[in-house]
């Protein structure tokens, strides 16, 4: 078998705190091959963007990673500064919710997509200003030529999107952070977006870090799937087992406070989650899900479970499928390898 092209292992995030370093990540581990998408899903505060700003480095002053970063082989978290920067926009790229502010609105389209192109490709003036019209046709933006002299404000929500894509492709990585990219868009432009990934991934052999927090946009996209709740992974494995055969009961809880309609047209009333969510700072000692938990029970609370394999329903353990629920998914060693 191959080795991933992205593999994080144990990363783990510290950030400065009144009383001391707040842990925000704790044991992070995933993987990722080459032309694949992979899901990572959770509420606000569970960790999600700061996976994706940690593997870039773009973290607070203050921050202190642990763990394992690799991307082709290289631990980008022990690389020099002056490297890592390299890698960041060139080999790796990152596509935000708010296109409005990761887009400078005081600059043309044309410039912002060129400046990639000419500092990690060496791309002439010209080269740049052609490929950078590639780039706007490929994301299916309208009369390329005359986007790239408009400034984003002159851009529906949808199309500066698009725009914050082209630029994220514009130095040609091999992996694609999208944090939460298609939030704040209708479900008709969101769905375009969801496409433009999926196509991306199949052509270009991207590799994609997809953020979400709706586990249903997941469904028609991902592979596999990430759960993360306060700062860990609560359980992953392949996308469609996981939705369709959820072991832990956060990942549960998650697809019960979707809407739902039924073939019928009926909608169905979604169940929200009790109590209030927590981080990684506020988390309690044990599992962090245990205080909203129904099935919790004594053994959640002493200590955090492991994200082990699950019994799969009526067959063997799935060494894909994996939780750390001490109810659905009881340890049964101390360490567990993340099987892709």
């Known amino acids: 078998m191959t080795e991933p092209l992205l593999r994080l292992e144990n990363l783990a ?14 044991d992070v581990t995933l993987c990722a091959d080459a032309g694949e998408i992979v899901g990572i899903a959770g509420e606000s505060g569970s960790g999600k963007s700061m996976t994706g700003r940690a593997l870039l480095g773009l973290l607070p002053d203050g921050a202190r990673v642990r763990g394992r970063a690799e991307f082709d082989g290289r631990d980008l ?18 596509v935000f ?30 080269a740049a200003h ?3 019209a590639e780039l706007l046709e490929e994301v299916r933006l309208p009369d390329p030529t005359a986007a790239l ?11 500066r999107q698009r725009i914050a894509i082209a630029a994220a492709l514009a130095a040609e990585p091999r992996v694609l952070v999208a944090d939460e990219p298609t939030t704040a868009l209708d479900v008709t432009v969101q769905a375009g977006i969801l496409h433009l990934f999926d196509r991306l991934a199949r052509e270009r052999g991207l590799t994609v870090l997809f953020i979400t927090h709706d586990l249903g946009v997941l469904a028609a996209l991902a592979r596999r799937t990430y759960v993360f709740y306060a700062g860990r992974v609560a359980e992953t494995g392949p996308t469609a087992d996981l939705l369709r055969d959820s072991r832990h009961p956060y990942t549960t809880a998650l697809l019960s406070a979707r809407p739902e309609v039924t073939e019928d047209g009926r909608t169905v ?19 962090p899900f245990a205080p909203r938990c129904p099935d919790r029970v004594d053994a959640c609370t ?18 894909r499928h994996l939780a750390a629920c001490v109810v659905h998914a009881p340890a049964t060693r101390s360490t567990v390898e993340v099987t892709r």
Do not use: W, Y
């Open 302 to 319: 002493p200590v955090a479970p492991l994200l082990v394999p699950v019994p799969a329903r009526g067959s063997a353990t799935d060494p």
């Open 97 to 126: 919710q708010d296109p409005t502010a990761s887009l400078h609105p005081m600059l043309t389209v044309g410039t912002q997509l060129t400046e990639h192109m000419r500092r990690h490709l060496g791309l002439s003036k010209k």
């Open 130 to 132: 052609t490929r950078a």
């Open 13 to 26: 995030v510290d950030l400065p705190g009144p009383a001391g370093p707040v842990d925000v990540l704790t």
């Open 77 to 94: 978290l022990a690389l020099p500064a002056r490297q890592r920067r390299g890698v960041r926009g060139g080999d790796i790229a990152m």
């Open 149 to 159: 002299r408009a400034f984003p404000h002159q851009f529906s929500g949808g199309m």
């Open 269 to 287: 009333d979604l169940v929200p989650i009790p109590g209030i969510p927590v981080n990684a700072a506020s988390a309690p000692t044990g599992c």
